[in-house]
């Protein structure tokens, strides 16, 4: 299967501190995949490379086989806005729209028709429980449903690659299940790639597949297979006492 995303030796500098260290990775399409790693590992500075945010310093990233390096900033603006989808810890939401605005409105930026607007808007909503607040506004409903609509949001335009940053961070223990919950659920329906940076062993627990990042280098992975969620987290809870860094 075609790689999302493929790169090779790329390495990230800021000045003459090196943060990434020739970082290799391939993210198959449908894979559901969580980075960690204690803070300054390296792990958001991976992730905004990957999703075009930020530069590399050297090396190279593809995305579906396209060469970052072959596009100008243009380019990759509107790369990014027609093949990825994101999902931020602060849900990013807009308070003068409604839960179905701000779900439609990358669809709108993009001249989607009417139509075709309804089509994409009600599968999502009921996949992530979220059809009785459509016409809330953010200020009216909890984190747990603004992170869900955030979550709608990003896959509104079926990209393919969703880049969600710690997106259980400002959530309480339940609504961070119930979201993770249905991550799996539109992991699993929709087939949505989905790459996640966490420092939380219960989230990572959800993926198929954990990457491990310490001092800017991938230091190891870990895959679920046909393990349960439980035990797949106690992989990861091990995996961390020996590395070292944060666990939760």
């Known amino acids: ?26 993210i198959a399409a449908g894979e559901f995949t969580a980075v960690m790693g204690p803070s300054g590992s390296g792990k958001s500075t991976l992730m905004n490379v990957l999703s075009t945010i930020d530069s590399f310093s050297g090396g190279e990233v593809w995305l579906r086989e396209k060469s970052l390096l072959d596009l100008n900033k243009q380019q990759l603006r509107q790369f990014r806005q027609e093949h990825m989808g994101f999902i931020f810890q602060d849900y990013n939401l807009l308070d003068t729209l409604t839960v179905k605005e701000n779900i439609l409105l990358p669809l709108s930026l993009r001249k989607f028709g009417k139509e075709e607007m ?29 992170q869900r609509t955030a979550s709608a949001r990003a896959i509104i335009t079926s990209p393919a690659i969703v880049f969600a940053d710690e997106p259980t961070g400002a959530l309480d223990s339940r609504s961070a299940t119930q979201l993770l919950e249905q991550l799996v659920h539109l992991n699993n329906v929709f087939g949505t790639t989905i790459l996640i940076v966490t420092h939380d062993s219960y989230a990572a627990s959800y993926c198929k597949r954990v990457i491990f990042l310490r001092d800017g ?11 349960s969620q439980k035990e797949f987290y106690d992989r990861i809870l091990e995996t961390q006492s020996v590395l070292g860094g944060r666990a939760r």
């Open 1 to 26: 299967m075609q790689p999302v995303i493929r790169t090779k030796n790329v390495s990230k500098s800021y000045g003459k501190t090196l943060v990434l260290k020739n970082i290799d990775l391939s």
């Open 118 to 146: 309804g089509q994409r808007l009600k599968p999502i909503m009921q996949a992530l429980n979220i059809e009785d607040i459509e016409a809330k506004y953010p200020s009216e409903i909890s984190g747990g449903q603004k």
């Open 217 to 227: 280098s991938i230091v190891n992975e870990l895959f679920a297979g046909g393990q």
